[in-house]
């Protein structure tokens, strides 16, 4: 006779055992994350002021802050959004609404963002000093260096928006269609509003993978420091400002430290701010007229 | 405080009961025989696999038709080849002629924007867009070039009435239409689709993922639909296609492809069936 009530002790243990293991994983990855915070805030946190944020560096880092280099990151960083942004997302709605899954010429697009997407860093890095600094003239500039990334940012940002429209129901598409909506009616009303979370989130994981660019940026926007005074000057990345500083720079140690506070705290800040954006976006679409 | 107090002042908008089809009128009258679609030698393939072999059947128009048959037969498919919704399904071949109004609708002429508008679809599933109630039914309309904000808002109320959702929800048109409930939900659909004012409203299943209550309130506004719109509906229930229909058309399995059986007053294929497969099938021994 089968008895319901019989504890079943092995598979009670092992429930117990593998509830167990999943939370020290999870803790682990997290304090991985927490660890890494509270080093940087031990080494930077007291070099932190604001004059270190605004003044230029000085004596190769060592003295002065990183105003010059957060804005020659900034301009950087718009560059290559404004650049990739659109042509990423024109191509994802261009992938997932206007061709067939199965066409040769989607498949193509795709295969090649995903070779993209593999390629290291430090080879887009070579391919846009010989592209944009060198065949374009553009030299060593911000111009190059937010070219470089943008080229860089394209397979992210074109797979997770294309995720994002291929996640939307089929029965909105098939809803608009038998009301009579075009197409660019559907993908523009309908499609990219449901999905704006996913597509914040694809922008988000760029912005995150360009401010931390370094080898890309190596070869492509350079090493100066000084304020840019135009997108054809110039401007060291705020990572590859920590990277120098580390490596080639004794005594850069405590600068080192509190730039990558800044880059960590600034990333952090990004995320919640775009996910609070895309939420609160999604909910004033539902709610208002 | 009352706490009534507070409902009370939220619903000074008129809400009221007025439906503005008329009364529900059972047993709709028989119509004058006038096809409106004419449908010829009508087959459809999805990537090779025949799904539909060979339909012939006109719609007559200001009446009711309603599709009947078992999973499979190409009920579905038959629908969404009248509006050109197979345009979007992917490896989908139509041949055959259908005619509306005498227009070939397959014709490279055909504006299937213009088309689509002027044949309402109300799928199974209710789905609303993720949008206020409001701009449910806003939306298309704009979208056809109806932009003036005093008719708009005359259109979405007349639709909200017709359907019977206008006292439900007319002191809450920005809320989201997703939270509706599905009988509402559905009937919205319904009313985002009378909204472009079509002559032809085409149904498949309205009433299968709704409750037997909800399924009641949209078959009655079905019924009261009749006359004023063609509707070619796909329904399960035998029953409910008794009850509203003035035509039906028996659909069957041949040879894994649909076809149809038969086709004539929804009376005579109920009570005195020509074919054996209808009889058996509307008598519940088949199917």
Redesign the interface.
Known sequence: MFDVFAINRWQYYRELLVQLIIYILVLLVSAVFIWLLFDLTRGGLAHLSWEFLTESPRDAGRAGGIGSILVSTLLILLVALFVAVPLAWTTAALLSEFV???SQFGMTVRFSLQVLAGVPSIVFGLFGNAFFSIYLGLGFSILSGGLTLACMLLPILVSTAEAGLRAV?Q????????????RT?TLF??LL??AAPTLAAGLLLGIGRAVAETAALLFTSGYVDRMPGSLLDSGRALALHIFDLSMNVPGGDTPAYASALVLVVLLLSINIMAMKLAYGLQRK????? | MNPDQGKAVQTDCECDDAYTLGPLQMGPPCCDPEPVIQVEDLSLQYSGKTALQKVTLDIYRGCITALIGPSGCGKTSFLSAINRLTDLIPACQVDGRIRVDGRDIYDSACNVQALRRQIGMVFQKPAPFPLSIRRNITLPLREHGITQRLTVESITEQVLRDVGLWNEVCDRMDTAALSLSGGQQQRLCIARALALSPQILLMDEPCSALDPIASGVVEDLISRLSGHYTIVIVTHNLAQARRIANYAAFFWVKERAGQLVEFGHCRDIFESPTHELTAAYVNGIRG
Request: hydrophobic share 45%; aromatic share 4%.
């Open positions: 067939p899954t199965t129901p029965s909105y598409r098939l809803s608009a269609a038998a009301l009579g909506l075009s009616a009303q309908l509003p449901a679409r539902i709610m208002s007229v």
